[in-house]
Protein backbone atom coordinates (compact mmCIF):
# COMPACT_ATOMS: atom_id res chain seq x y z
CA UNK A 1 0.00 0.00 0.00
CA UNK A 2 2.72 2.53 1.20
CA UNK A 3 4.58 1.46 -2.50
CA UNK A 4 1.33 2.26 -4.14
CA UNK A 5 1.33 5.96 -2.52
CA UNK A 6 4.72 6.65 -3.33
CA UNK A 7 4.42 5.35 -7.04
CA UNK A 8 0.98 7.67 -7.59
CA UNK A 9 1.22 9.03 -11.04
CA UNK A 10 -0.66 11.76 -12.31
CA UNK A 11 -2.91 12.08 -15.00
CA UNK A 12 -0.51 12.24 -17.89
CA UNK A 13 1.49 9.37 -16.50
CA UNK A 14 3.96 11.35 -14.71
CA UNK A 15 5.26 10.10 -11.19
CA UNK A 16 4.24 12.79 -8.88
CA UNK A 17 7.58 14.48 -6.02
CA UNK A 18 7.22 14.07 -2.63
CA UNK A 19 6.13 17.28 -1.11
CA UNK A 20 8.59 19.23 1.02
CA UNK A 21 7.21 18.35 4.62
CA UNK A 22 8.08 21.91 5.66
CA UNK A 23 6.87 23.64 2.01
CA UNK A 24 10.98 25.48 2.01
CA UNK A 25 12.70 25.88 -1.17
CA UNK A 26 16.62 26.44 -1.22
CA UNK A 27 16.28 29.42 -3.42
CA UNK A 28 13.98 30.81 -0.46
CA UNK A 29 16.89 29.84 2.04
CA UNK A 30 19.69 31.71 -0.42
CA UNK A 31 17.76 34.71 -0.88
CA UNK A 32 16.83 35.38 3.06
CA UNK A 33 20.38 34.72 3.90
CA UNK A 34 21.73 37.46 1.04
CA UNK A 35 19.02 39.80 2.88
CA UNK A 36 20.69 39.06 6.75
CA UNK A 37 24.10 39.49 5.11
CA UNK A 38 23.12 42.85 3.80
CA UNK A 39 21.45 43.50 6.68
CA UNK A 40 24.24 42.81 9.11
CA UNK A 41 27.04 44.59 6.57
CA UNK A 42 24.53 48.01 6.81
CA UNK A 43 24.27 47.74 10.72
CA UNK A 44 27.96 47.27 10.88
CA UNK A 45 29.09 51.03 8.46
CA UNK A 46 26.45 52.35 10.61
CA UNK A 47 27.73 51.40 13.49
CA UNK A 48 31.65 52.88 12.23
CA UNK A 49 29.75 56.29 11.56
CA UNK A 50 28.51 56.65 14.51
CA UNK A 51 31.18 55.97 16.78
CA UNK A 52 33.53 57.62 14.74
CA UNK A 53 35.47 54.30 13.72
CA UNK A 54 35.03 54.97 9.57
CA UNK A 55 38.53 54.71 8.17
CA UNK A 56 39.62 58.33 7.03
CA UNK A 57 40.08 58.80 3.25
CA UNK A 58 42.36 61.21 1.84
CA UNK A 59 41.81 62.98 -1.10
CA UNK A 60 45.29 62.85 -2.35
CA UNK A 61 46.95 59.80 -3.20
CA UNK A 62 49.49 57.70 -0.82
CA UNK A 63 52.96 57.30 -1.14
CA UNK A 64 54.73 53.80 -1.68
CA UNK A 65 55.78 52.88 1.39
CA UNK A 66 59.71 53.18 1.82
CA UNK A 67 60.56 48.95 3.00
CA UNK A 68 63.90 49.37 3.84
CA UNK A 69 63.51 51.26 6.81
CA UNK A 70 59.68 50.24 7.35
CA UNK A 71 61.27 46.81 8.08
CA UNK A 72 63.98 47.83 10.08
CA UNK A 73 64.09 48.10 13.91
CA UNK A 74 64.72 51.52 15.55
CA UNK A 75 68.94 51.41 16.04
CA UNK A 76 70.93 54.16 16.53
CA UNK A 77 71.76 56.61 13.43
CA UNK A 78 75.39 55.20 13.46
CA UNK A 79 74.45 51.87 12.88
CA UNK A 80 72.63 52.25 10.02
CA UNK A 81 73.69 51.61 6.18
CA UNK A 82 74.32 55.23 4.89
CA UNK A 83 75.20 56.31 1.40
CA UNK A 84 78.99 56.97 0.55
CA UNK A 85 80.43 59.67 2.95
CA UNK A 86 81.23 62.77 0.91
CA UNK A 87 83.04 65.53 2.15
CA UNK A 88 82.32 68.61 4.04
CA UNK A 89 81.96 71.17 0.54
CA UNK A 90 80.19 68.23 -1.11
CA UNK A 91 77.40 68.09 1.66
CA UNK A 92 76.73 71.80 2.13
CA UNK A 93 74.28 72.51 -0.72
CA UNK A 94 74.99 72.97 -4.78
CA UNK A 95 76.33 75.37 -6.91
CA UNK A 96 74.48 78.47 -6.32
CA UNK A 97 74.03 79.37 -9.88
CA UNK A 98 71.69 76.36 -10.03
CA UNK A 99 67.80 77.53 -10.99
CA UNK A 100 65.90 76.93 -7.69
CA UNK A 101 63.17 79.32 -8.48
CA UNK A 102 62.04 80.21 -5.29
CA UNK A 103 64.11 78.60 -3.15
CA UNK A 104 65.85 80.29 -0.33
CA UNK A 105 70.06 79.48 -1.47
CA UNK A 106 71.45 80.59 2.06
CA UNK A 107 70.12 77.22 3.15
CA UNK A 108 73.00 75.82 1.15
CA UNK A 109 75.15 76.65 3.56
CA UNK A 110 73.90 74.56 6.46
CA UNK A 111 73.78 70.70 5.64
CA UNK A 112 77.00 68.85 7.86
CA UNK A 113 74.50 66.47 9.19
CA UNK A 114 75.42 67.66 12.56
CA UNK A 115 72.69 68.08 15.05
CA UNK A 116 71.92 68.08 19.35
CA UNK A 117 69.06 65.15 19.58
CA UNK A 118 68.46 67.53 22.73
CA UNK A 119 67.41 70.08 20.41
CA UNK A 120 63.77 68.45 19.17
CA UNK A 121 63.13 67.20 22.90
CA UNK A 122 59.70 69.84 22.75
CA UNK A 123 59.99 69.93 19.29
CA UNK A 124 56.87 68.32 16.81
CA UNK A 125 57.49 66.88 13.63
CA UNK A 126 54.06 66.73 10.96
CA UNK A 127 54.58 65.01 8.27
CA UNK A 128 53.91 62.24 5.82
CA UNK A 129 55.83 58.85 4.80
CA UNK A 130 58.41 60.73 4.04
CA UNK A 131 58.79 62.34 7.99
CA UNK A 132 58.25 58.68 9.17
CA UNK A 133 61.85 58.21 8.91
CA UNK A 134 63.12 60.53 11.75
CA UNK A 135 61.32 57.77 14.15
CA UNK A 136 61.65 54.61 12.60
CA UNK A 137 65.30 55.15 11.36
CA UNK A 138 65.71 56.67 15.66
CA UNK A 139 67.02 59.64 15.03
CA UNK A 140 63.96 61.10 17.09
CA UNK A 141 61.67 59.72 19.91
CA UNK A 142 58.39 58.51 18.66
CA UNK A 143 56.28 60.93 20.75
CA UNK A 144 58.23 64.26 18.66
CA UNK A 145 56.51 62.65 15.14
CA UNK A 146 53.17 63.13 14.05
CA UNK A 147 53.33 61.33 10.83
CA UNK A 148 51.86 58.83 8.59
CA UNK A 149 52.03 57.50 4.87
CA UNK A 150 49.36 59.25 2.97
CA UNK A 151 48.81 62.25 5.39
CA UNK A 152 47.83 65.42 3.37
CA UNK A 153 47.48 69.38 4.51
CA UNK A 154 43.45 68.36 4.15
CA UNK A 155 43.50 65.53 6.23
CA UNK A 156 45.78 66.50 8.97
CA UNK A 157 43.01 67.42 11.77
CA UNK A 158 40.93 64.19 11.11
CA UNK A 159 43.79 61.61 11.06
CA UNK A 160 44.37 59.46 13.98
CA UNK A 161 47.36 57.95 14.10
CA UNK A 162 47.92 55.06 16.54
CA UNK A 163 44.57 56.91 18.07
CA UNK A 164 45.92 60.07 18.21
CA UNK A 165 44.92 63.30 16.31
CA UNK A 166 47.44 66.17 15.93
CA UNK A 167 45.56 67.78 18.71
CA UNK A 168 46.22 65.30 21.36
CA UNK A 169 49.80 65.00 20.36
CA UNK A 170 50.14 68.75 20.41
CA UNK A 171 47.97 68.68 23.98
CA UNK A 172 50.74 65.20 24.91
CA UNK A 173 54.18 66.71 24.23
CA UNK A 174 52.88 70.48 24.79
CA UNK A 175 55.81 71.57 22.65
CA UNK A 176 57.47 75.03 22.41
CA UNK A 177 58.08 74.21 18.42
CA UNK A 178 56.08 72.71 15.70
CA UNK A 179 57.95 71.73 12.30
CA UNK A 180 55.47 70.55 9.36
CA UNK A 181 56.52 68.87 6.12
CA UNK A 182 53.43 68.31 4.02
CA UNK A 183 51.84 68.55 0.98
CA UNK A 184 53.70 66.26 -1.70
CA UNK A 185 51.43 63.27 -1.94
CA UNK A 186 49.06 65.76 -4.06
CA UNK A 187 51.33 66.94 -6.61
CA UNK A 188 50.42 66.31 -9.76
CA UNK A 189 46.51 64.98 -8.97
CA UNK A 190 45.12 67.94 -7.96
CA UNK A 191 45.73 71.97 -8.57
CA UNK A 192 48.86 73.38 -7.33
CA UNK A 193 47.77 76.66 -6.13
CA UNK A 194 44.71 74.74 -4.59
CA UNK A 195 47.08 72.24 -2.46
CA UNK A 196 49.20 75.40 -1.21
CA UNK A 197 46.18 77.31 -0.43
CA UNK A 198 45.17 73.83 2.28
CA UNK A 199 48.53 73.98 3.42
CA UNK A 200 48.58 77.83 4.40
CA UNK A 201 45.08 76.95 5.58
CA UNK A 202 46.73 74.76 7.70
CA UNK A 203 49.51 76.64 9.16
CA UNK A 204 47.05 79.33 10.08
CA UNK A 205 44.65 76.80 12.18
CA UNK A 206 48.55 75.16 14.01
CA UNK A 207 49.27 79.05 14.61
CA UNK A 208 46.10 79.86 16.45
CA UNK A 209 45.84 76.67 18.55
CA UNK A 210 50.21 76.87 19.20
CA UNK A 211 51.90 79.81 21.06
CA UNK A 212 55.40 78.21 20.33
CA UNK A 213 57.43 78.84 17.17
CA UNK A 214 55.54 77.52 13.94
CA UNK A 215 58.05 76.31 10.66
CA UNK A 216 57.52 74.85 7.86
CA UNK A 217 59.76 72.68 5.47
CA UNK A 218 59.75 73.41 2.14
CA UNK A 219 58.42 70.21 -0.23
CA UNK A 220 61.59 68.21 -1.31
CA UNK A 221 62.73 68.05 -4.94
CA UNK A 222 62.49 64.60 -6.82
CA UNK A 223 64.95 62.87 -8.75
CA UNK A 224 65.18 62.82 -12.81
CA UNK A 225 64.25 59.44 -12.80
CA UNK A 226 61.12 60.12 -10.82
CA UNK A 227 60.20 63.03 -12.74
CA UNK A 228 60.13 60.26 -15.60
CA UNK A 229 58.64 58.20 -14.53
CA UNK A 230 55.09 57.08 -15.08
CA UNK A 231 54.35 56.17 -11.51
CA UNK A 232 53.88 59.77 -10.27
CA UNK A 233 52.79 63.26 -11.12
CA UNK A 234 55.73 64.71 -9.75
CA UNK A 235 57.69 67.38 -11.47
CA UNK A 236 60.40 69.92 -10.29
CA UNK A 237 58.08 72.85 -11.46
CA UNK A 238 55.31 71.58 -9.21
CA UNK A 239 57.66 71.49 -6.44
CA UNK A 240 59.01 75.12 -6.82
CA UNK A 241 55.52 76.63 -7.77
CA UNK A 242 54.03 75.04 -4.42
CA UNK A 243 57.29 75.97 -2.58
CA UNK A 244 56.91 79.89 -3.64
CA UNK A 245 53.15 79.81 -2.67
CA UNK A 246 53.76 78.58 1.02
CA UNK A 247 56.86 80.53 1.17
CA UNK A 248 55.18 83.61 1.09
CA UNK A 249 52.15 83.11 3.08
CA UNK A 250 54.73 81.72 6.19
CA UNK A 251 57.16 84.92 5.54
CA UNK A 252 53.79 87.32 5.52
CA UNK A 253 52.32 85.49 8.36
CA UNK A 254 55.29 85.25 10.99
CA UNK A 255 56.18 81.55 10.02
CA UNK A 256 59.32 80.31 9.88
CA UNK A 257 60.26 78.97 6.17
CA UNK A 258 62.87 76.38 5.96
CA UNK A 259 64.94 75.82 2.77
CA UNK A 260 65.64 71.87 2.76
CA UNK A 261 64.75 71.84 -1.52
CA UNK A 262 67.87 73.69 -1.93
CA UNK A 263 70.29 71.81 0.23
CA UNK A 264 68.74 68.48 -0.99
CA UNK A 265 69.60 68.97 -4.82
CA UNK A 266 72.70 68.45 -7.27
CA UNK A 267 74.35 70.28 -9.52
CA UNK A 268 71.49 69.04 -12.22
CA UNK A 269 68.71 70.73 -10.02
CA UNK A 270 67.03 67.59 -8.89
CA UNK A 271 67.03 65.34 -5.71
CA UNK A 272 70.58 63.99 -4.96
CA UNK A 273 70.69 60.87 -5.81
CA UNK A 274 73.11 60.46 -2.36
CA UNK A 275 70.13 61.64 -0.28
CA UNK A 276 67.25 59.77 -2.16
CA UNK A 277 65.81 56.66 -1.95
CA UNK A 278 65.11 54.48 -4.85
CA UNK A 279 61.98 55.35 -5.33
CA UNK A 280 63.29 59.21 -5.62
CA UNK A 281 61.08 60.63 -3.75
CA UNK A 282 61.93 59.35 -0.08
CA UNK A 283 64.95 60.00 2.15
CA UNK A 284 67.84 57.87 2.47
CA UNK A 285 68.73 57.49 6.56
CA UNK A 286 71.82 60.00 6.12
CA UNK A 287 69.33 62.43 4.51
CA UNK A 288 67.40 62.93 7.97
CA UNK A 289 70.50 63.98 9.28
CA UNK A 290 70.67 66.94 7.13
CA UNK A 291 67.37 67.33 7.29
CA UNK A 292 67.73 68.37 11.92
CA UNK A 293 71.10 70.19 11.07
CA UNK A 294 68.80 72.37 8.62
CA UNK A 295 66.19 72.56 10.97
CA UNK A 296 67.84 73.04 14.00
CA UNK A 297 70.15 76.35 12.51
CA UNK A 298 66.88 77.72 11.60
CA UNK A 299 65.22 77.49 15.04
CA UNK A 300 68.16 78.17 17.45
Do not use: W
Not at 96 to 119: K, L, P
Not at 123 to 147: K, Q
Not at 177 to 206: E, P, Q, R, W
Request: with cysteine; aromatic share 10%.
Amino acid sequence: METQEKNKKDASGKNLKKENRFSIRASTVFLNLIVVLVICMACYFTYNVITGNAPEVSSEPPFTPVTEYVSQPQTEPEELSQPAESSDNDSEGTDSSTDVSSEDNSSQTVASGEYDRDFFSDTLFIGDSISTGLSLYGFLDADNVFAVQGLAPSTLFSTEIDGKTCEDAIASLKPKKIVVMLGTNGFGYGDTKDIADSMNNTLGLLKDMFNGKLAVISAPPITAEAEASDENMITLDIVKEYNSLVKQYAEDNGITYIDLYSVLIDESGYFDPDYAEYDGIHFMGETYKVMLSVVQSKLQ
